[in-house]
């Protein structure tokens, strides 16, 4: 039985679907969550002559799973080498793509899971990109959920990568923090691959509801949208249209398709990551970002040197 993740995570609406215990399950029998809800166990079961008894599929496990979950530690506060506020030259200004293509081009990291939209229907989807046209492709985080840890093992096992850049908002960075700095053996191999954490900053992830709102709203089709903005200062969800106009809902009146497991979530900024991006304001120049690791600033740097 997977014990603790049930009693002090799944049923008491703390789990955040970061999927990292769906990709380290050591068996295989954890299932991707429906949108806004926790992974499931999947039931298995032996034939006893004319009877079937549930298998308890966890007995004797060394639980990576556990380990490699975020809800299941205290974190403290992360800590800061340096803040600067930058922008990209990059034709989609975004400051995580710049430290991906630098990271890769250096050999920094030989890979990245990173998050993408599906163009026809606005979800959001897991991408390992390897090669600089798959990154300017992607569209980031854009505030609508999916776990995203869960593809680790295509990027480790399919892809054959060694050195795994991350990007996502503070509790896959707690989730990959997890895992870095755990001592279960069945951990070890994530540990070893995952090599740079970019964190994004986030206030509240959504549920593909928040799509079906905007479109009702507005009266659009998913595929008008571009992307979407969190306007924490001024607390509206900015939308972004294909052609360029720009909509807005204000924040109090979408809370209701916020993830359930981000109402105690406390970490705005990413403090487990290697390094911090984000910005709070439409008004701001630039993008913030927070170094946190010597490895942060290797990855920043680099992004600079680039033409
Ligand atoms: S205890 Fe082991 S088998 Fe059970 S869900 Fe966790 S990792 Fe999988
Ligand atoms: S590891 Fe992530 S998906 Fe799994 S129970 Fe913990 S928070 Fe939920
Ligand atoms: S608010 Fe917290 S739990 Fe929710 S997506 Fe953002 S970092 Fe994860």
Not at 69 to 98: F, M, Y
Request: charged share 25%; glycine share 6%; aromatic share 8%.
């Amino acid at each position: 039985m997977v014990y603790r993740l049930k009693k002090d995570v799944w049923y008491v609406g703390r789990c955040c679907e970061c999927g990292a215990c769906i990709s380290t399950c050591s068996k295989n029998i954890l299932r991707s969550p429906r949108d806004g809800d926790h992974p499931e166990l999947e039931v298995r079961e032996k034939r006893i002559g004319s009877s079937h008894i549930v298998v308890d599929t966890c007995f004797f496990c060394e639980k990576p799973c556990e380990d490699s979950c975020p809800r299941l530690r205290e974190w403290e506060k992360g800590q800061i080498l340096h803040t600067v506020t930058v922008t990209s030259r990059l034709p989609d200004t975004s400051i995580v793509n710049a430290l991906l293509i630098a990271s890769i081009r250096r050999k920094l990291v030989d890979g990245a899971v990173t998050w993408d939209i599906d163009r026809e229907t606005f979800k959001p989807i897991p991408k390992i990109v390897t090669r600089e046209e798959e990154i300017l492709t992607t569209s980031g985080y854009q505030y609508l959920w999916h776990p995203i840890l869960e593809v680790l093992n295509d990027a480790i096992y399919k892809k054959g990568l060694k050195k795994i850049a991350v990007v996502g908002p503070p509790c896959i960075a707690q989730a990959v923090k997890a895992i870095r700095t755990s001592n279960n053996n069945k951990l070890k191999v994530y540990k070893n691959s995952i090599y740079l954490m970019i964190g994004v900053f986030c206030e509240g992830a959504y549920t593909q509801q928040l799509v079906q709102e905007i479109v009702d709203r507005f009266d659009i089709n998913p595929y008008e949208l571009n992307r979407l903005i969190m306007d924490i200062k001024n607390k509206v969800l900015r939308i972004v249209m294909q052609e360029g106009l720009m909509k807005g809902i204000p924040l109090p009146e979408i809370r209701r398709y916020m993830k359930q497991g981000c109402a105690r979530c406390t970490d705005f900024t990413a403090e487990c990551a290697d390094i911090s991006v984000g910005t709070i304001g439409l008004e701001e120049k630039g993008t913030m970002v927070i170094v946190r690791t010597p490895l942060g600033e290797r990855s920043l740097k680099y992004a600079f040197m680039e033409k």
